[in-house]
């Protein structure tokens, strides 16, 4: 069996997953506490990438991760080489497809923090900063596992987006999803069979872990 | 909860499908790089006859392996010989018969590399970074183009150009809308409009490709079906090919 496109896909969720927790986590803080005009618009288009077909997605991130596409150009100018059918490409078209799946489980779990808690640490004088990490984070934790298992999870099960944007290059886009679509089509099915039965028991894991997590938050609470 | 039980029963009524045409139809599986050729022989098809033609198109390792896992369709148009023998010694199908003969070539949207010599010196000039070839192994026009390269030992030089979209249609929709610099598509869709927009190279190396077609087991009005399938090989249906580049 041919494990290259599995170690791609395990290393693309763990890159994907590293980033999308930091880069959400402050979005998620600010939309638990902020209460504005168009906050429900702007969780609706939050949400926009997990109600679209992925093909949808996929088809607009072609455009403009693409050489003619601002994403694809800024990407260009700043390293010289295309963004398109490149690892770091579908990094990123992973980014946008999972962020709800992060921004959710997070927001709960901040929404769940007791706001005199936060008080009492900016009166005792630190700062917005230093509450976040010291504070904020330790006590929604549970949230934040629960966000990067979710995105773990969709970044290896992602298909449609990375069919579109990925260009199935061994080694680089060609994940374990698109792999076993292939042997399928080749009418491989053995290879096929073989790379789902190793997958399984992965994915499953992650959820069991999952459903552990969320379970012990739910005692405390 | 009555009323609930009536919505959900007029639903079902309005989903369920009815049949809407009372001629007949038949259902053609057509390898990718066919489809605009195909589209017109099928309208001149069904303004001769009381039939409306329906198409799928996709690769042709896609459409086989769709065949073999009982798919309805009546007639298989692949974009090889060997799938349909393949389908005919199973015994999905009756034996193939070749509709049409097709090239590869490379293609490219960029007007600059119009007047380079050759289609080996577009693949390794310094301005393509990326090229599309058709994934080998479902795609007869992919496996073709990788044979001309392996023949012209570009293999090595190129690997890190190449983009493996699933079907050859993908391969030229990457090319025209410029996601990459170059791809290696049918001779077809160079020739189509979208096509004469750009440039094409002949790829000699690559092997010409005969494209089999084969009635499949499952169709149904067996007299429908033998009509279309001569009328593929008809004078009119001929020159539509030719339009297109295939012999």
């Given at each position: 069996?041919?494990?290259?496109p599995?170690?791609?896909?395990?290393?693309?969720?763990?890159?994907?997953?590293?980033?999308?927790?930091?880069?959400?986590?402050?979005?998620?803080?600010?939309?638990?506490?902020?209460?504005?005009?168009?906050?429900a618009?702007?969780?609706?288009?939050?949400?926009?990438?997990?109600?679209?077909?992925?093909?949808?997605?996929?088809?607009?991130?072609?455009?403009?991760?693409?050489?003619?596409?601002?994403?694809?150009?800024?990407?260009?100018?700043?390293?010289?080489?295309?963004?398109?059918?490149?690892?770091?490409?579908?990094?990123?078209?992973?980014?946008?497809?999972?962020?709800?799946?992060?921004?959710?489980?997070?927001?709960?779990?901040?929404?769940?923090?007791?706001?005199?808690?936060?008080?009492?640490a900016?009166?005792?004088?630190?700062?917005?900063?230093?509450?976040?990490l010291?504070?904020?984070?330790?006590?929604?934790?549970?949230?934040?596992?629960?966000?990067a298992?979710?995105?773990?999870?969709?970044?290896?099960?992602?298909?449609?987006?990375?069919?579109?944007?990925?260009?199935?290059?061994?080694?680089?886009?060609?994940?374990?999803?698109?792999?076993?679509?292939?042997?399928?089509?080749?009418?491989?099915?053995?290879?096929?069979?073989?790379?789902?039965?190793?997958?399984?028991?992965?994915?499953?894991?992650?959820?069991?872990?999952?459903?552990?997590?969320?379970?012990?938050?739910?005692?405390?609470? | 909860?009555?009323?609930?039980?009536?919505?959900?029963?007029?639903?079902?009524?309005?989903?369920?499908?009815?049949?809407?045409?009372?001629?007949?139809?038949?259902?053609?599986?057509?390898?990718?790089?066919?489809?605009?050729?195909?589209?017109?022989?099928?309208?001149?098809?069904?303004?001769?006859?009381?039939?409306?033609?329906?198409?799928?198109?996709?690769?042709?390792?896609?459409?086989?392996?769709?065949?073999m896992?009982?798919?309805?369709?009546?007639?298989?148009?692949?974009?090889?010989?060997?799938?349909?023998?393949?389908l005919?010694?199973?015994?999905?199908?009756?034996?193939?018969?070749?509709?049409?003969?097709?090239?590869?070539?490379?293609?490219?949207?960029?007007?600059?590399?119009?007047?380079?010599?050759?289609?080996?010196?577009?693949?390794?000039?310094?301005?393509?970074?990326?090229?599309?070839?058709?994934?080998?192994?479902?795609?007869?026009?992919?496996?073709?183009?990788?044979?001309?390269?392996?023949?012209?030992?570009l293999?090595?030089?190129?690997?890190?150009?190449?983009?493996?979209?699933?079907?050859?249609?993908?391969a030229?929709?990457?090319?025209?809308?410029?996601?990459?610099?170059?791809?290696?598509?049918?001779?077809?869709?160079?020739?189509?409009?979208?096509?004469?927009?750009g440039?094409?190279?002949?790829?000699?190396?690559?092997?010409?490709?005969?494209?089999?077609?084969?009635?499949?087991?499952?169709?149904?009005?067996?007299?429908?079906?033998?009509?279309?399938a001569?009328?593929?090989?008809?004078?009119?249906?001929?020159?539509?090919?030719?339009?297109?580049?295939?012999?």
């Amino acid at each position: 069996m041919d494990w290259q496109p599995l170690f791609l896909s395990l290393k693309l969720a763990a890159v994907s997953t590293f980033l999308l927790i930091i880069l959400a986590a402050p979005l998620a803080y600010a939309l638990s506490l902020a209460r504005f005009v168009g906050k429900a618009f702007l969780e609706a288009l939050i949400n926009l990438p997990m109600a679209l077909p992925p093909t949808v997605l996929g088809f607009y991130l072609l455009v403009i991760m693409g050489p003619k596409g601002f994403l694809g150009r800024f990407w260009e100018t700043i390293t010289g080489s295309p963004l398109v059918f490149t690892f770091q490409g579908i990094v990123i078209a992973l980014l946008i497809y999972c962020l709800p799946f992060a921004i959710q489980p997070m927001k709960a779990a901040f929404e769940k923090i007791d706001r005199s808690m936060l008080e009492s640490a900016y009166v005792l004088g630190l700062s917005p900063l230093a509450t976040f990490l010291r504070v904020i984070i330790p006590n929604s934790i549970s949230g934040l596992a629960a966000a990067a298992i979710l995105v773990f999870i969709h970044s290896i099960g992602a298909f449609g987006v990375l069919l579109m944007v990925g260009g199935s290059i061994p080694g680089e886009t060609k994940v374990v999803s698109i792999a076993i679509y292939e042997a399928v089509e080749s009418l491989a099915y053995r290879e096929a069979g073989r790379m789902c039965l190793v997958l399984i028991p992965i994915s499953y894991s992650f959820l069991l872990l999952l459903n552990l997590i969320t379970r012990r938050s739910r005692a405390w609470s | 909860m009555r009323r609930f039980i009536l919505f959900f029963f007029t639903l079902v009524l309005f989903v369920y499908p009815y049949p809407t045409v009372a001629g007949e139809s038949l259902h053609i599986a057509v390898a990718a790089n066919f489809m605009q050729p195909f589209k017109e022989i099928a309208k001149l098809f069904e303004s001769e006859n009381p039939v409306s033609v329906n198409a799928t198109f996709a690769s042709s390792g896609h459409l086989t392996g769709q065949i073999m896992n009982g798919a309805p369709y009546d007639i298989f148009l692949s974009a090889d010989e060997e799938r349909p023998a393949a389908l005919s010694q199973k015994g999905f199908a009756e034996k193939p018969f070749v509709y049409a003969r097709g090239r590869v070539v490379l293609w490219s949207a960029k007007k600059e590399l119009c007047g380079v010599s050759g289609w080996q010196e577009v693949v390794k000039h310094p301005s393509v970074k990326k090229i599309a070839v058709a994934s080998p192994k479902v795609a007869p026009y992919g496996a073709a183009a990788m044979a001309a390269i392996e023949q012209s030992s570009l293999q090595n030089m190129i690997k890190h150009k190449l983009v493996y979209p699933e079907n050859i249609a993908q391969a030229f929709q990457y090319a025209a809308t410029e996601s990459v610099d170059a791809a290696f598509c049918a001779l077809s869709s160079a020739l189509s409009e979208q096509g004469k927009k750009g440039c094409y190279f002949e790829v000699g190396e690559a092997p010409p490709i005969v494209q089999g077609a084969c009635v499949l087991m499952r169709a149904k009005d067996r007299q429908t079906v033998n009509k279309f399938a001569n009328f593929l090989n008809s004078p009119e249906a001929n020159s539509i090919k030719k339009k297109y580049g295939y012999k």
